[in-house]
């Protein structure tokens, strides 16, 4: 069964340094999303890619967050600096033509 | 206001017990809707759609009211391994945009 890739699956940083996350769809699906749990809440959506585009980037804080798709493939998610309040698990999902499935997700922690 | 509304719980049900979660959205062109389940720590993987007419699937049933806005699951017979959240998800009326509930945790006790 084709599922969705991530990594790191955790990954500690101290505030202020740099950190990516990798994400590699199901393959053929055009829509990839980027996502940030909260524990005891439900994803937020950062950012939903269309092929190569970026569709909805509303919520990316993005003085700090940069994210890019640039085959329309695989996708990296950036954040500098780290900041305490970032700490949160970062779920990859990706949608063919039905449902959007999700990958195992990435747990940032930083201290 | 939340474009998806979920009772946080948690519900706390023996074996055996029925049990069943509500879930309100706010925008009545809302296009699809889905139950996804999430372990803890884990990714939400998606439980079941939910479609005009309602739909089941083995011990799970999922309603949609779309004239009062709200999707339901039933769990009949609860089994310790039902415990977990569920996360009430709708599609949205844009591009192919997901909105989540903040989920209901379910306990299933001995």
């Known amino acids: 069964e084709a599922e969705v890739a991530q990594s790191p699956r955790y990954k500690i940083t101290e505030k202020s340094q740099a950190v990516a996350f990798w994400c590699d769809p199901i393959?053929?699906?055009?829509?990839l999303y980027w996502y940030r749990q909260i524990l005891g809440q439900g994803p937020e959506l950062l950012v939903q890619?269309?092929?190569?585009?970026?569709?909805?980037d509303s919520q990316l804080p993005k003085d700090r967050f940069s994210a890019e798709r640039l085959k329309g493939v695989d996708s990296t998610l950036k954040i500098q600096p780290a900041e305490l309040g970032d700490s949160a698990m970062y779920l990859c999902?990706?949608?063919?033509?039905?449902?959007?499935?999700f990958g195992p997700g990435t747990r940032l922690t930083v201290t | 206001r939340k474009e998806v509304e979920q009772d946080p719980g948690p519900f706390n049900v023996p074996e055996g017990a029925t049990v069943a979660f509500n879930c309100t959205y706010s925008?009545?062109?809302?296009?699809?809707f889905f139950w996804y389940r999430q372990d803890c720590r884990k990714e939400p993987k998606l439980l079941m759609s939910?479609?005009?007419s309602g739909n089941e699937d083995g011990r799970f049933t999922a309603q949609l009211n779309r004239a009062s806005q709200y999707i339901s699951l039933l769990i009949r017979d609860s089994k310790l391994s039902d415990s977990a959240t569920y996360l009430c998800?709708?599609?949205?009326?844009?591009?192919?945009?997901?909105?989540f509930g903040s989920g209901t945790k379910l306990n299933v006790k001995p």
């Open positions: 999902a990706s949608k063919g033509s039905g449902e959007q499935y």
């Open positions: 393959s053929g699906h055009a829509t």
């Open positions: 890619f269309q092929d190569e585009s970026v569709v909805d």
């Open positions: 925008n009545s062109a809302s296009q699809s």
């Open positions: 939910v479609y005009s």
């Open positions: 998800v709708v599609k949205g009326y844009n591009f192919n945009k997901f909105y």
